[in-house]
């Protein structure tokens, strides 16, 4: 008998014929995904459940998978998935590390040139039909050759951002775990742009809030392109209606999808739908890793990319 499989969303035809042919799958039909309840009921007699970002894999889901031996999680974050828990229980947890480096590193640099440049501003200004024709001052922006580029957390995304960085001509500093870096306090204090690429823990939670952004240079722009409760959102809105710091560029939040009210009426706000990873290649290949994760672990193999 094949072993059994929970898919909480629909993922490529490409990738489901693989998990069909080595697994009897039991998967969310349509374009939503499983809601929490639905998790909890369905994951019962499954070997291996793979879910997404949105999937509060907490302990009732753990302990309702009774004869779950895997999740495998189609992210690089797993801050929705109770480790712990599923530890105590024996069940691999794995990640998606790699395939998704280059999508959101070049999401990041789609984010500092939206925001540095004013495009939203620009482009809402068009839509509305109010734009007069080309002026000499209209919507200046910040050049980014010279500028210094703050990255906080220098791991695969931070040294991706790094490398593109350096291409658009800024220099780079960073903080690190291994203490090589700046001190956060004084990286904010000098970068032109910070950039946050450190994953959401209990240490990191709120690691950007009100003392911090006082720290920034008036004239910088924050970029959020790793998990939203790592800003206090409260204090961003904040510095950005009084003007504390220049901008901010998000694609994750701390409540998703509910947006601070405030930040959806500032001009000075670039806001998008946590799309660092969402490119049709990108996605397939996370797909695809958690897929063979699976696999792996339902035919007594080591896991390829286990979280610890
Ligand atoms: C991740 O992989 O953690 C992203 O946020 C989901 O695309």
Redesign the pocket.
């Known amino acids: 008998m094949k072993p059994r499989v929970l898919v909480t969303r629909a993922l490529p035809s490409s990738v489901m014929q693989r998990l069909s042919a080595a697994c009897d799958v039991d998967r969310a039909e349509g374009g939503g995904g499983l809601s929490h309840d639905e998790i909890v009921t369905r994951v019962a007699g499954k070997q291996a459940l793979l879910s997404m970002?949105t999937d509060v894999v907490d302990r009732p889901v753990i302990e309702a998978g009774t004869s779950l031996r895997i999740i495998a999680n189609v992210?690089?974050?797993y801050n929705n998935i109770d480790v712990a828990a599923a530890g105590e229980r024996g069940i691999v947890v794995t990640n998606?590390p790699d395939v998704?480096t280059d999508a959101t590193a070049d999401f990041t640099l789609a984010l500092i040139l939206a925001v540095t440049r004013r495009l939203g501003e620009g482009e809402r200004l068009v839509r509305r039909a109010g734009w007069q024709g080309w002026a000499f001052d209209q919507l200046l922006g910040m050049q980014l050759r010279g500028r210094q580029l703050g990255i906080v957390g220098l791991g695969r995304i931070g040294k991706a951002v790094a490398a593109r960085a350096s291409a658009f001509g800024m220099t780079v500093a960073h903080t690190s775990r291994s203490g090589d870096g700046m001190p956060l306090d004084r990286l904010l204090a000098t970068s032109d742009i910070v950039s946050l690429h450190v994953p959401l823990t209990p240490e990191t939670r709120h690691l950007i809030g009100q003392p911090e952004l006082a720290r920034m240079k008036r004239s910088a722009y924050l970029i959020n392109t790793t998990r939203g409760p790592v800003v206090d959102e409260e204090a961003l809105a904040w510095a950005l209606r009084s003007r504390l710091i220049a901008g901010a560029a998000l694609d994750v939040y701390e409540r998703e999808p509910v947006v601070h009210p405030e930040l959806l009426a500032l001009e000075n706000v670039v806001l998008a739908p946590?799309l660092?990873?969402a490119t049709t290649d990108t996605r397939t290949a996370m797909a695809d890793l958690a897929v063979s994760n699976v696999i792996a672990v339902l035919g007594d193999q080591a896991p390829l990319t286990p979280v610890s």
Request: net charge neutral; charged share 0%; proline share 0%.
């Open positions: 970002v992210a690089v974050g998606t998704l946590h660092g990873s």
